[in-house]
């Protein structure tokens, strides 16, 4: 089914009142122009990682690195860490 929008003087989107059952309450869109083409699609946020830049990503990692609590563990000696006994 096709309905008609309108944009109201204050710049408002007009919706018609038989198509709000349809729509989920606090449901964000997202407008995509094409030309003079309007699409409306229902806005899905995208994981951090999806969109964060590489030096974004670095601040998070070592963000969580200084907040998480490691386990209590016994020093490696440097034998342990030795060529020869490291493919024992």
Partial sequence: MI???EINQQGNLQIPSEV???LKPHTQYQLEIQGETLILRPHKEQAF???ATPSQRVARFKD???QTERPEAPALTDDALSRETIYD
Avoid: M, V
């Fill in 3 to 5: 309905y008609i929008l």
């Fill in 20 to 22: 709000l059952p349809q």
């Fill in 49 to 51: 990682w999806a969109t």
């Fill in 64 to 66: 969580w690195a200084t």
